[in-house]
């Protein structure tokens, strides 16, 4: 074991399945203190009991409660935002509450838990600030994504702005942009018919469809974005701030 993050401790928001949890464990298994939040309480406790990892209900569109997490964690070295939903249809289909509600999820949420989590990380000495855009909205548009594609982009702006105000106070602030990765919920809008673009009338077909229009000719699994996750929390990526980094097998080329 190579424990690339040893002595830091790391905040993740969202990580109770998927690419959260995949991350929770991947950063416990470098070493790293582990505090592991989601809004699914049952789902979060597949993490309890993890070595490293402290499991905490949080909902990120609740700006006390995160206020008041950050307050009893202290200071952190790593804050991975996850958290996020998919709003499924076009503009035409998004009422001003799906979009409300979009943005309070994927995007506000960063901003709440960068304005909590960064002081203590200017106090400390410095840290890093990770951010899950996607490549809808960064490298090419999602169909039927339209609040969920507005939101990433947001979240890849925000990103740059983060890291050059902080840039000479050792903050690092980069983003990952994953393409369709294969978790629980990417599965469950599969089921749902939320990818009927795609093709295909049942879930299988879709997801061949969709695995078709890969140059890999496969999607990506939920450890290859951890991995990524892994090396911009550790010092290994020391010099890169700012960015947006893409994991999608070469879909958007
Ligand atoms: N899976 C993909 O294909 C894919 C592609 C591009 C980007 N992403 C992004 O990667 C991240 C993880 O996606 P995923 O597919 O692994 O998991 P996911 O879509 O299931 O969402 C991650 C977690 O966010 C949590 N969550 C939702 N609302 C919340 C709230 N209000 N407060 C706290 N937690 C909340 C969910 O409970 C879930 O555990 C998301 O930001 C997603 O947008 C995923």
């Given at each position: 074991m190579s424990r690339r993050l040893q002595g830091k401790k790391a905040f993740i928001t969202g990580a109770a399945l998927g690419i959260g949890r995949a991350s929770a464990e991947a950063f416990a298994r470098e070493g790293a203190t582990v505090i592991a939040t989601d809004v699914d309480a049952e789902a979060l406790a597949g993490l309890d009991g993890l070595d490293g990892v402290t499991t905490a209900v949080l909902d990120v569109t609740n700006p006390n409660a995160i206020k008041e997490i950050a307050g009893s964690v202290g200071p952190v070295d790593v804050l991975f935002n996850v958290a996020a939903i998919v709003h499924h249809g076009s503009v035409l289909d998004c009422s001003d509450d799906d979009w409300d509600m979009s943005f309070a999820v994927n995007a506000k949420s960063v901003h709440r838990t960068v304005r909590a989590f960064l002081p203590g990380m200017l106090e400390s000495g410095g840290g890093s600030i990770i951010n899950v855009a996607s490549t809808?909205?960064?490298?090419r548009g999602g169909v039927n994504r339209y609040a969920y594609t507005a939101t990433k982009g947001a979240i890849a702006a925000l990103t740059r702005a983060i890291a050059l105000d902080f840039v000479r106070q050792n903050i690092r602030c980069n983003c990952i942009a994953p393409g369709p990765i294969l978790s629980p919920s990417l599965l469950a809008r599969l089921e749902s018919g939320a990818f009927a673009e795609a093709g295909g009338s049942s879930a299988e077909e879709a997801l061949q469809q969709l695995t078709d229009t890969h140059p890999m000719g496969r999607l990506g699994e939920t450890g290859e974005v951890a991995a990524l996750a892994v090396f911009l929390a550790s010092?290994?990526?020391?010099?890169?701030?700012?960015t947006a980094q893409l994991v999608d097998g070469g879909w958007s080329l």
């Open positions: 809808h909205g960064l490298a010092d290994e990526s020391s010099f890169i701030t700012g």
